[in-house]
């Protein structure tokens, strides 16, 4: 596989849109959270992997959004519809007439505006962390207490924003991400965009989607609550909700229940990994694995689990992982009851 390489577009109003592709097969275009960098992105390890993965079944294309990475930073109006033509710039230079779309987290809103928009260019419609209208992410006073953060000190404002969207992340990973962040946007384009956050609302066009939808959230996601996920599902017709059992918002940076296998069965149309496969028996689980999941059974959460076994939340938020690839199942009750199938807990009286 060729590693990819920036190639530039006319956007809106003539600012320059960069773009990248990777992989060969049907089309899949990765519209851009908050911050984006079209190659700082991938050098972490986590998010290497799951590119690695969409690119093996699909022909990967993903940009900067206008104020980030290398995409014009200047001469711009930010606005929803400024979204939706730099995605439609980038479609047509790459010349995708067709494609399913991921909308990530701030990627959302304008993914769901060019899929209500131009239904025939759209296959099939993930949405990732994402939510359908910006004040259901957070309060305003809370807003502009981030923003100040941001604008007065973007060290620190970096910082804080990575032990809110990867809360497991250790030291070395924290310094990754703020990191990640100062390059992608200069402090002041940062607070502009969370501006631009809070005004989008797309819950009208919602019932309008006419192609398959996933939704995919975090259930403990502490950047874009859970309920702003489950809103999109109960708007958008015949959307299939899947709510993982994790509390990172940045879905490539930790791979938490198999995301990507679950997006990839999706945008092929078939049924989860987690029910074309038939119940293991639960031998491959480690030791270990088996007391993480006596634990979780028993309703303990991954923080009282980390201190009951002596070990670190990240450690049991991989063994969780891992228990979820070997043990199929949807959700801690499905793997309370596979604790129960084991022999590792007591059924309920």
Same mark, same amino acid.
């Given at each position: 596989?060729?590693?990819?390489?920036?190639?530039?577009?006319?956007?809106?109003?003539?600012?320059?849109?960069?773009?990248?592709?990777?992989?060969?097969?049907?089309?899949?275009?990765?519209?851009?959270?908050?911050?984006?960098?079209?190659?700082?992105?991938? !050098?972490?390890?986590?998010?290497?992997?799951?590119?690695?993965?969409? !690119?093996?079944?699909?022909?990967?294309?993903?940009?900067?959004?206008?104020?980030?990475?290398?995409?014009?930073?200047?001469?711009?109006?930010?606005?929803?519809?400024?979204?939706?033509? +730099?995605?439609?710039?980038?479609?047509?230079?790459?010349?995708?007439?067709?494609?399913?779309?991921?909308?990530?987290?701030?990627?959302?809103?304008?993914?769901?505006?060019?899929?209500?928009?131009?239904?025939?260019?759209?296959?099939?419609?993930?949405?990732?962390?994402?939510?359908?209208?910006?004040?259901?992410?957070?309060?305003?006073?809370?807003?502009?207490?981030?923003?100040?953060?941001?604008?007065?000190?973007?060290?620190?404002?970096?910082?804080?924003?990575?032990?809110?969207?990867?809360?497991?992340?250790?030291?070395?990973?924290?310094?990754?991400?703020?990191?990640? +962040?100062?390059?992608?946007?200069?402090?002041?384009?940062?607070?502009?965009?969370?501006?631009?956050?809070?005004?989008?609302?797309?819950?009208?066009?919602?019932?309008?989607?006419?192609?398959?939808?996933?939704?995919?959230?975090?259930?403990?996601?502490?950047?874009?609550?859970?309920?702003?996920?489950?809103?999109?599902?109960?708007?958008?017709?015949?959307?299939?909700?899947?709510?993982?059992?994790?509390?990172?918002?940045?879905?490539?940076?930790?791979?938490?229940?198999?995301?990507?296998?679950?997006?990839?069965?999706?945008?092929?149309?078939?049924?989860?990994?987690?029910?074309?496969?038939?119940?293991?028996?639960?031998?491959?689980?480690?030791?270990?694995?088996?007391?993480?999941?006596?634990?979780?059974?028993?309703?303990?959460?991954?923080?009282?689990?980390?201190?009951?076994?002596?070990?670190?939340?990240?450690?049991?938020?991989?063994?969780?992982?891992?228990?979820?690839?070997?043990?199929?199942?949807?959700?801690?009750?499905?793997?309370?009851?596979?604790?129960?199938?084991?022999?590792?807990?007591?059924?309920?009286?």
């Amino acid at each position: 596989m060729h590693e990819s390489s920036v190639q530039l577009c006319e956007g809106p109003g003539g600012a320059r849109v960069a773009f990248a592709s990777l992989g060969q097969g049907p089309p899949l275009v990765l519209v851009p959270g908050w911050l984006c960098h079209l190659h700082e992105l991938w !050098t972490h390890p986590a998010a290497a992997s799951a590119r690695r993965k969409l !690119t093996a079944a699909h022909r990967l294309t993903w940009y900067d959004r206008l104020g980030c990475g290398l995409s014009d930073r200047q001469g711009f109006e930010l606005s929803l519809e400024n979204d939706v033509q +730099q995605l439609t710039a980038v479609m047509d230079a790459a010349g995708i007439d067709r494609a399913s779309l991921i909308g990530y987290s701030f990627g959302g809103p304008p993914a769901a505006v060019f899929a209500a928009r131009y239904p025939e260019r759209v296959q099939r419609l993930v949405f990732c962390s994402a939510f359908a209208r910006g004040s259901a992410i957070t309060t305003e006073e809370r807003l502009e207490a981030l923003k100040h953060v941001v604008r007065m000190n973007w060290n620190v404002g970096s910082r804080t924003l990575a032990a809110m969207l990867v809360p497991n992340g250790g030291a070395r990973e924290m310094q990754w991400y703020g990191r990640f +962040q100062r390059m992608a946007a200069s402090s002041a384009m940062a607070a502009r965009l969370l501006d631009h956050l809070w005004t989008m609302d797309i819950r009208d066009l919602l019932p309008t989607l006419s192609m398959p939808v996933l939704v995919v959230h975090n259930r403990g996601d502490r950047a874009v609550p859970l309920s702003a996920g489950q809103e999109i599902a109960a708007l958008a017709p015949g959307a299939r909700m899947e709510i993982l059992d994790g509390n990172e918002h940045d879905p490539f940076l930790r791979d938490s229940g198999s995301l990507v296998e679950l997006i990839l069965d999706f945008l092929a149309g078939r049924q989860p990994a987690t029910q074309r496969h038939p119940s293991m028996p639960g031998g491959e689980l480690s030791t270990r694995e088996r007391e993480v999941l006596q634990h979780l059974a028993g309703g303990a959460s991954n923080k009282a689990i980390a201190t009951a076994l002596g070990i670190s939340v990240g450690t049991v938020e991989r063994h969780v992982s891992n228990i979820y690839g070997k043990l199929p199942a949807h959700g801690r009750a499905d793997l309370a009851l596979r604790a129960v199938k084991l022999g590792l807990v007591s059924p309920a009286p």
